[in-house]
DNA sequence: GCGCTAAAGCAAAGAGTTTGCGTTAGACTG
DNA sequence: CAGTCTAACGCAAACTCTTTGCTTTAGCGC
Protein backbone atom coordinates (compact mmCIF):
# COMPACT_ATOMS: atom_id res chain seq x y z
CA UNK A 1 0.00 0.00 0.00
CA UNK A 2 1.55 3.18 -1.20
CA UNK A 3 1.00 6.42 1.11
CA UNK A 4 -0.89 9.03 0.13
CA UNK A 5 0.92 11.89 -1.71
CA UNK A 6 1.14 15.02 0.60
CA UNK A 7 0.21 12.94 3.56
CA UNK A 8 2.48 11.10 6.44
CA UNK A 9 1.37 7.74 7.51
CA UNK A 10 4.14 5.83 9.97
CA UNK A 11 7.61 6.92 11.82
CA UNK A 12 6.53 10.29 14.10
CA UNK A 13 3.09 10.45 13.13
CA UNK A 14 1.73 7.45 13.35
CA UNK A 15 3.10 7.06 16.99
CA UNK A 16 1.69 10.45 17.69
CA UNK A 17 -1.63 8.79 17.02
CA UNK A 18 -1.20 5.80 18.95
CA UNK A 19 -0.27 8.01 21.93
CA UNK A 20 -3.21 10.13 21.81
CA UNK A 21 -6.17 6.80 21.28
CA UNK A 22 -4.26 5.50 23.73
CA UNK A 23 -4.13 8.75 25.85
CA UNK A 24 -7.96 9.05 25.68
CA UNK A 25 -9.22 5.43 25.61
CA UNK A 26 -6.96 4.89 29.40
CA UNK A 27 -8.82 8.88 30.68
CA UNK A 28 -12.12 7.28 29.52
CA UNK A 29 -11.58 4.68 31.84
CA UNK A 30 -10.51 6.73 34.69
CA UNK A 31 -12.57 9.87 34.45
CA UNK A 32 -15.78 11.13 32.94
CA UNK A 33 -16.78 12.15 29.84
CA UNK A 34 -17.07 16.16 31.28
CA UNK A 35 -13.65 15.83 32.90
CA UNK A 36 -11.92 15.09 29.87
CA UNK A 37 -10.22 18.25 27.78
CA UNK A 38 -7.64 18.26 25.21
CA UNK A 39 -5.22 19.34 27.61
CA UNK A 40 -5.56 16.82 29.74
CA UNK A 41 -5.39 14.11 26.80
CA UNK A 42 -2.45 15.79 25.27
CA UNK A 43 -0.77 15.93 28.48
CA UNK A 44 -0.90 11.83 29.35
CA UNK A 45 -0.12 11.14 25.40
CA UNK A 46 3.16 13.23 25.83
CA UNK A 47 2.84 15.75 22.74
CA UNK A 48 1.33 19.29 23.39
CA UNK A 49 -2.32 20.85 23.09
CA UNK A 50 -1.84 22.43 19.46
CA UNK A 51 -0.85 18.73 17.95
CA UNK A 52 -4.04 17.38 19.39
CA UNK A 53 -6.05 20.42 18.09
CA UNK A 54 -4.01 20.28 14.11
CA UNK A 55 -5.06 16.89 13.31
CA UNK A 56 -8.33 16.57 15.01
CA UNK A 57 -9.66 19.95 15.55
CA UNK A 58 -11.51 19.60 18.51
CA UNK A 59 -12.07 16.90 21.28
CA UNK A 60 -15.15 15.70 20.21
CA UNK A 61 -13.82 15.08 16.94
CA UNK A 62 -10.87 13.28 18.94
CA UNK A 63 -13.50 11.24 20.72
CA UNK A 64 -15.46 10.34 17.72
CA UNK A 65 -12.29 8.96 15.87
CA UNK A 66 -11.33 6.56 19.08
CA UNK A 67 -15.14 5.56 19.32
CA UNK A 68 -14.82 4.62 15.63
CA UNK A 69 -12.12 2.55 16.18
CA UNK A 70 -13.83 0.92 19.21
CA UNK A 71 -16.47 -0.43 17.19
CA UNK A 72 -14.57 -1.98 14.68
CA UNK A 73 -15.47 -5.70 14.36
CA UNK A 74 -12.96 -7.81 16.05
CA UNK A 75 -14.24 -11.46 15.68
CA UNK A 76 -16.64 -12.69 12.96
CA UNK A 77 -19.99 -13.11 14.92
CA UNK A 78 -20.10 -16.90 16.98
CA UNK A 79 -21.74 -19.81 14.57
CA UNK A 80 -24.40 -21.17 16.39
CA UNK A 81 -25.52 -23.23 13.34
CA UNK A 82 -28.65 -21.45 12.49
CA UNK A 83 -29.37 -18.27 10.95
CA UNK A 84 -32.44 -17.06 13.91
CA UNK A 85 -29.82 -18.18 16.82
CA UNK A 86 -26.92 -16.35 15.12
CA UNK A 87 -29.01 -13.31 15.00
CA UNK A 88 -30.21 -13.13 17.98
CA UNK A 89 -26.96 -13.87 19.49
CA UNK A 90 -25.67 -11.00 18.10
CA UNK A 91 -28.68 -8.73 18.35
CA UNK A 92 -28.42 -9.63 22.20
CA UNK A 93 -24.48 -8.64 21.84
CA UNK A 94 -25.37 -5.36 20.39
CA UNK A 95 -27.92 -4.16 23.05
CA UNK A 96 -26.12 -4.74 25.42
CA UNK A 97 -22.72 -3.25 24.40
CA UNK A 98 -24.56 -0.32 23.37
CA UNK A 99 -26.91 -0.04 26.07
CA UNK A 100 -23.50 -0.12 28.45
CA UNK A 101 -23.18 3.30 30.02
CA UNK A 102 -20.00 3.37 27.81
CA UNK A 103 -21.44 2.50 24.67
CA UNK A 104 -23.92 4.77 24.78
CA UNK A 105 -20.93 7.45 25.15
CA UNK A 106 -19.04 6.29 22.04
CA UNK A 107 -22.22 6.55 20.06
CA UNK A 108 -23.34 9.85 21.29
CA UNK A 109 -19.61 10.86 20.28
CA UNK A 110 -19.74 9.38 17.15
CA UNK A 111 -23.13 11.16 16.21
CA UNK A 112 -22.38 14.49 17.79
CA UNK A 113 -19.24 14.31 15.26
CA UNK A 114 -19.43 16.51 12.70
CA UNK A 115 -18.25 14.71 9.71
CA UNK A 116 -20.74 12.01 9.26
CA UNK A 117 -18.04 9.29 8.52
CA UNK A 118 -17.35 8.04 11.39
CA UNK A 119 -21.26 7.47 11.88
CA UNK A 120 -21.40 6.11 8.11
CA UNK A 121 -18.13 3.88 9.38
CA UNK A 122 -20.11 2.59 12.28
CA UNK A 123 -22.96 1.18 10.55
CA UNK A 124 -20.81 0.00 7.98
CA UNK A 125 -19.00 -2.35 10.75
CA UNK A 126 -22.40 -3.46 11.98
CA UNK A 127 -23.45 -4.74 8.45
CA UNK A 128 -20.42 -6.65 7.95
CA UNK A 129 -21.07 -8.39 11.03
CA UNK A 130 -24.70 -9.05 10.03
CA UNK A 131 -23.90 -9.74 6.25
CA UNK A 132 -21.73 -12.60 8.17
CA UNK A 133 -24.04 -14.28 9.33
CA UNK A 134 -27.00 -14.19 6.39
CA UNK A 135 -23.58 -15.69 3.91
CA UNK A 136 -23.60 -18.47 6.76
CA UNK A 137 -27.29 -18.75 6.25
CA UNK A 138 -27.11 -18.65 2.76
CA UNK A 139 -24.63 -21.71 2.24
CA UNK A 140 -26.96 -23.50 4.92
CA UNK A 141 -29.46 -22.89 2.02
CA UNK A 142 -31.46 -21.62 4.85
CA UNK A 143 -33.81 -18.38 3.50
CA UNK A 144 -33.08 -14.91 4.42
CA UNK A 145 -33.70 -11.34 4.54
CA UNK A 146 -31.07 -8.80 2.91
CA UNK A 147 -28.82 -6.71 5.24
CA UNK A 148 -30.78 -3.55 4.73
CA UNK A 149 -33.88 -5.11 6.16
CA UNK A 150 -31.92 -6.60 9.54
CA UNK A 151 -30.43 -3.15 9.94
CA UNK A 152 -34.43 -1.18 9.41
CA UNK A 153 -35.77 -3.50 12.21
CA UNK A 154 -32.99 -5.01 14.37
CA UNK A 155 -30.37 -2.13 14.06
CA UNK A 156 -32.20 0.58 13.91
CA UNK A 157 -35.25 -0.23 16.51
CA UNK A 158 -32.90 -1.43 19.08
CA UNK A 159 -30.07 1.89 19.14
CA UNK A 160 -33.35 4.33 18.52
CA UNK A 161 -34.75 2.78 21.86
CA UNK A 162 -31.40 3.00 23.65
CA UNK A 163 -31.18 6.73 22.97
CA UNK A 164 -34.56 7.79 22.60
CA UNK A 165 -37.19 5.41 25.12
CA UNK A 166 -37.24 5.92 28.67
CA UNK A 167 -37.17 2.13 29.70
CA UNK A 168 -34.41 -0.10 29.56
CA UNK A 169 -35.01 -2.88 26.58
CA UNK A 170 -35.11 -5.81 27.28
CA UNK A 171 -32.45 -9.04 25.62
CA UNK A 172 -35.58 -10.94 24.98
CA UNK A 173 -37.24 -7.61 23.53
CA UNK A 174 -34.52 -7.79 21.27
CA UNK A 175 -34.76 -11.20 20.11
CA UNK A 176 -38.53 -10.56 19.59
CA UNK A 177 -37.10 -8.26 16.69
CA UNK A 178 -35.07 -11.08 15.37
CA UNK A 179 -38.57 -13.35 15.74
CA UNK A 180 -40.70 -10.54 13.41
CA UNK A 181 -38.45 -10.21 11.06
CA UNK A 182 -37.74 -14.01 9.84
CA UNK A 183 -41.58 -14.38 9.69
CA UNK A 184 -42.21 -12.75 6.90
CA UNK B 1 -51.13 25.70 38.15
CA UNK B 2 -48.94 27.37 40.85
CA UNK B 3 -45.20 27.38 40.94
CA UNK B 4 -43.19 25.29 42.51
CA UNK B 5 -41.80 25.79 45.97
CA UNK B 6 -38.31 27.68 45.35
CA UNK B 7 -38.16 28.20 41.85
CA UNK B 8 -39.31 31.32 39.49
CA UNK B 9 -41.59 30.67 37.13
CA UNK B 10 -42.78 34.11 35.79
CA UNK B 11 -41.41 37.77 35.76
CA UNK B 12 -37.92 38.26 34.67
CA UNK B 13 -36.49 34.68 34.52
CA UNK B 14 -39.40 33.96 32.20
CA UNK B 15 -38.04 37.65 30.06
CA UNK B 16 -35.02 35.68 30.18
CA UNK B 17 -35.19 32.46 29.00
CA UNK B 18 -37.31 33.49 26.11
CA UNK B 19 -34.36 36.12 24.97
CA UNK B 20 -32.08 33.60 25.20
CA UNK B 21 -34.14 30.82 23.23
CA UNK B 22 -34.75 33.80 20.65
CA UNK B 23 -31.45 34.35 20.74
CA UNK B 24 -30.61 31.12 19.88
CA UNK B 25 -32.96 30.83 16.63
CA UNK B 26 -31.72 33.80 15.21
CA UNK B 27 -28.13 33.20 15.33
CA UNK B 28 -28.69 29.67 14.37
CA UNK B 29 -30.16 31.14 10.89
CA UNK B 30 -27.29 33.11 10.74
CA UNK B 31 -24.28 31.38 11.68
CA UNK B 32 -22.74 27.59 11.26
CA UNK B 33 -23.28 25.76 14.56
CA UNK B 34 -19.55 26.03 14.73
CA UNK B 35 -19.48 29.59 15.26
CA UNK B 36 -22.13 29.64 18.15
CA UNK B 37 -20.57 30.63 21.21
CA UNK B 38 -22.40 31.14 24.50
CA UNK B 39 -21.09 35.08 25.32
CA UNK B 40 -22.58 35.32 21.20
CA UNK B 41 -26.17 34.45 22.32
CA UNK B 42 -25.77 36.34 25.42
CA UNK B 43 -24.30 39.19 23.81
CA UNK B 44 -27.41 38.65 21.33
CA UNK B 45 -29.95 37.98 24.35
CA UNK B 46 -29.12 41.31 26.17
CA UNK B 47 -28.23 39.24 29.19
CA UNK B 48 -24.66 38.07 31.06
CA UNK B 49 -22.25 34.55 29.64
CA UNK B 50 -22.88 33.87 33.13
CA UNK B 51 -26.51 33.71 33.18
CA UNK B 52 -26.40 31.33 30.39
CA UNK B 53 -23.83 29.34 32.09
CA UNK B 54 -25.87 29.34 35.64
CA UNK B 55 -29.14 28.26 33.63
CA UNK B 56 -28.07 25.66 31.28
CA UNK B 57 -24.35 24.59 32.15
CA UNK B 58 -23.12 24.10 28.64
CA UNK B 59 -24.04 25.08 25.23
CA UNK B 60 -24.66 22.06 24.37
CA UNK B 61 -26.96 21.54 27.05
CA UNK B 62 -29.04 24.80 25.65
CA UNK B 63 -28.86 24.11 22.05
CA UNK B 64 -31.01 20.71 23.29
CA UNK B 65 -33.56 22.89 25.11
CA UNK B 66 -34.06 24.80 22.03
CA UNK B 67 -34.26 21.87 20.07
CA UNK B 68 -36.53 20.07 22.17
CA UNK B 69 -39.00 23.21 21.77
CA UNK B 70 -39.11 23.21 18.17
CA UNK B 71 -39.65 19.68 18.28
CA UNK B 72 -42.70 20.08 20.23
CA UNK B 73 -46.17 19.10 18.03
CA UNK B 74 -47.69 22.09 16.92
CA UNK B 75 -50.59 20.98 14.88
CA UNK B 76 -52.67 17.79 15.00
CA UNK B 77 -51.54 15.57 11.75
CA UNK B 78 -53.51 15.67 8.47
CA UNK B 79 -56.55 13.57 8.34
CA UNK B 80 -56.67 12.16 4.68
CA UNK B 81 -59.38 9.81 5.89
CA UNK B 82 -57.31 6.52 6.23
CA UNK B 83 -54.79 5.11 8.64
CA UNK B 84 -52.44 4.30 5.46
CA UNK B 85 -51.87 7.43 4.00
CA UNK B 86 -52.29 9.37 7.74
CA UNK B 87 -49.52 7.16 8.34
CA UNK B 88 -47.66 7.88 4.99
CA UNK B 89 -47.86 11.54 5.42
CA UNK B 90 -46.68 12.09 8.72
CA UNK B 91 -43.60 9.45 7.40
CA UNK B 92 -42.71 11.50 4.65
CA UNK B 93 -43.40 15.03 6.34
CA UNK B 94 -41.08 13.48 9.43
CA UNK B 95 -38.52 12.12 6.96
CA UNK B 96 -38.23 15.41 5.38
CA UNK B 97 -38.15 17.26 8.82
CA UNK B 98 -35.37 15.65 10.42
CA UNK B 99 -33.03 15.17 7.37
CA UNK B 100 -32.52 18.67 6.49
CA UNK B 101 -29.43 20.52 7.27
CA UNK B 102 -31.09 22.17 10.21
CA UNK B 103 -33.16 19.51 11.03
CA UNK B 104 -29.89 16.89 11.69
CA UNK B 105 -28.31 19.51 14.09
CA UNK B 106 -31.49 19.74 16.23
CA UNK B 107 -31.46 15.65 16.43
CA UNK B 108 -27.73 16.08 17.20
CA UNK B 109 -28.15 18.53 19.72
CA UNK B 110 -30.64 16.48 21.38
CA UNK B 111 -28.59 12.95 21.59
CA UNK B 112 -25.34 15.33 22.09
CA UNK B 113 -26.96 16.55 25.17
CA UNK B 114 -25.99 14.99 28.95
CA UNK B 115 -29.34 14.58 30.28
CA UNK B 116 -31.14 11.89 28.32
CA UNK B 117 -34.74 13.67 29.14
CA UNK B 118 -34.45 15.95 26.11
CA UNK B 119 -34.05 13.20 23.59
CA UNK B 120 -37.06 11.02 25.34
CA UNK B 121 -39.09 14.00 25.34
CA UNK B 122 -38.46 14.54 21.38
CA UNK B 123 -39.54 10.62 21.46
CA UNK B 124 -42.54 11.45 22.86
CA UNK B 125 -43.77 14.20 21.06
CA UNK B 126 -43.20 12.07 18.26
CA UNK B 127 -45.80 9.15 19.88
CA UNK B 128 -48.24 11.90 20.18
CA UNK B 129 -48.30 12.28 16.69
CA UNK B 130 -48.57 8.53 15.62
CA UNK B 131 -50.86 8.17 18.80
CA UNK B 132 -53.69 10.67 17.48
CA UNK B 133 -53.43 8.76 14.04
CA UNK B 134 -53.89 5.61 15.56
CA UNK B 135 -56.77 6.69 17.64
CA UNK B 136 -58.48 8.16 14.41
CA UNK B 137 -57.88 5.11 12.99
CA UNK B 138 -59.90 3.43 15.79
CA UNK B 139 -62.39 5.53 15.61
CA UNK B 140 -63.50 4.42 12.31
CA UNK B 141 -63.08 0.57 12.89
CA UNK B 142 -60.05 0.27 10.92
CA UNK B 143 -57.07 -2.61 12.39
CA UNK B 144 -54.43 -0.61 13.02
CA UNK B 145 -50.92 -1.81 14.88
CA UNK B 146 -49.69 -0.14 18.56
CA UNK B 147 -47.68 2.92 18.81
CA UNK B 148 -44.58 0.92 19.76
CA UNK B 149 -44.69 -0.79 16.91
CA UNK B 150 -44.88 1.95 14.52
CA UNK B 151 -42.14 3.29 16.46
CA UNK B 152 -40.06 0.61 16.09
CA UNK B 153 -40.68 0.19 11.91
CA UNK B 154 -41.15 3.97 11.51
CA UNK B 155 -39.82 6.24 13.22
CA UNK B 156 -36.70 4.26 13.91
CA UNK B 157 -35.44 2.93 10.54
CA UNK B 158 -35.94 7.03 9.81
CA UNK B 159 -33.84 8.13 12.09
CA UNK B 160 -30.92 5.29 11.95
CA UNK B 161 -30.82 5.68 7.99
CA UNK B 162 -30.57 9.60 8.36
CA UNK B 163 -27.48 9.44 10.68
CA UNK B 164 -26.31 6.26 10.44
CA UNK B 165 -26.44 5.63 6.31
CA UNK B 166 -24.44 7.01 3.51
CA UNK B 167 -27.29 7.37 0.96
CA UNK B 168 -30.08 9.97 0.97
CA UNK B 169 -33.77 7.37 2.10
CA UNK B 170 -36.26 8.76 -0.20
CA UNK B 171 -39.65 9.68 0.74
CA UNK B 172 -41.02 6.21 -1.32
CA UNK B 173 -38.88 4.27 0.93
CA UNK B 174 -40.52 5.66 3.94
CA UNK B 175 -43.89 5.28 2.75
CA UNK B 176 -43.03 1.14 2.18
CA UNK B 177 -42.01 1.02 5.64
CA UNK B 178 -45.74 1.95 6.43
CA UNK B 179 -46.54 -0.44 3.79
CA UNK B 180 -44.62 -3.51 5.30
CA UNK B 181 -45.86 -2.62 9.20
CA UNK B 182 -49.67 -2.56 8.19
CA UNK B 183 -49.39 -5.50 6.08
CA UNK B 184 -49.06 -8.14 9.26
C1' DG C 1 -46.58 48.29 50.55
C1' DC C 2 -42.60 45.37 52.72
C1' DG C 3 -39.45 41.85 53.39
C1' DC C 4 -37.27 37.86 51.48
C1' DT C 5 -34.66 35.36 48.19
C1' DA C 6 -34.06 33.30 43.48
C1' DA C 7 -31.99 34.86 39.77
C1' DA C 8 -29.31 38.42 37.19
C1' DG C 9 -25.20 41.43 36.77
C1' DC C 10 -20.35 42.35 37.26
C1' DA C 11 -15.55 41.44 37.23
C1' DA C 12 -11.49 38.84 38.03
C1' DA C 13 -9.24 34.45 37.93
C1' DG C 14 -8.63 30.23 35.60
C1' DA C 15 -8.89 27.04 31.72
C1' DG C 16 -9.11 25.98 27.00
C1' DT C 17 -8.16 27.31 22.08
C1' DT C 18 -5.83 29.45 18.25
C1' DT C 19 -1.90 30.87 15.72
C1' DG C 20 2.81 32.26 13.97
C1' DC C 21 7.22 30.69 13.77
C1' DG C 22 11.19 27.77 14.44
C1' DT C 23 12.58 22.78 14.60
C1' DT C 24 12.62 17.89 13.51
C1' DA C 25 11.86 13.46 11.55
C1' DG C 26 11.54 10.65 7.87
C1' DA C 27 10.26 10.05 2.85
C1' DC C 28 12.12 10.66 -1.53
C1' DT C 29 15.92 11.54 -4.94
C1' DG C 30 20.08 11.05 -7.20
C1' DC D 1 23.77 6.34 1.47
C1' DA D 2 24.14 11.30 2.02
C1' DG D 3 21.39 15.40 0.86
C1' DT D 4 17.02 17.80 0.27
C1' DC D 5 12.45 18.89 1.13
C1' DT D 6 8.33 19.35 3.78
C1' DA D 7 4.46 17.54 6.74
C1' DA D 8 3.92 17.44 11.27
C1' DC D 9 5.48 18.64 15.94
C1' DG D 10 6.92 21.86 19.81
C1' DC D 11 6.81 26.25 21.93
C1' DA D 12 4.87 30.45 23.51
C1' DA D 13 1.95 34.37 23.24
C1' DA D 14 -2.55 36.17 22.29
C1' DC D 15 -7.16 35.37 22.56
C1' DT D 16 -11.68 33.44 23.85
C1' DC D 17 -14.48 30.86 26.77
C1' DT D 18 -15.80 29.25 31.45
C1' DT D 19 -16.09 29.51 36.37
C1' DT D 20 -16.84 31.78 40.62
C1' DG D 21 -17.45 35.11 44.57
C1' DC D 22 -19.82 38.98 45.52
C1' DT D 23 -23.33 42.63 44.74
C1' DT D 24 -27.68 44.14 43.00
C1' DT D 25 -32.43 43.63 41.48
C1' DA D 26 -37.02 42.05 40.55
C1' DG D 27 -41.11 40.20 41.85
C1' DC D 28 -43.70 36.66 44.74
C1' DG D 29 -46.02 36.02 49.17
C1' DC D 30 -47.38 38.04 53.44
Not at 5 to 27: F, I, K, Y
Not at 111 to 132: F, L, T, W
Request: aromatic fraction near 6%; charged fraction near 30%.
Amino acid sequence: MSPIQGTRTGGRSARVQQAVHDAVRELQSERSRAELSVPLVAQRAGVTPSTVYRRWGTLQELLADVARERMRPDDPPDDTGALETDLKAWARQYLEEISSSPGREYVRDLVASDGEENSEQCNRYCQVKIRAILDRAAERGEPHPDADTVTDRVTAPIVFRVFFSSGDPTPEWAESLVDQVLAD
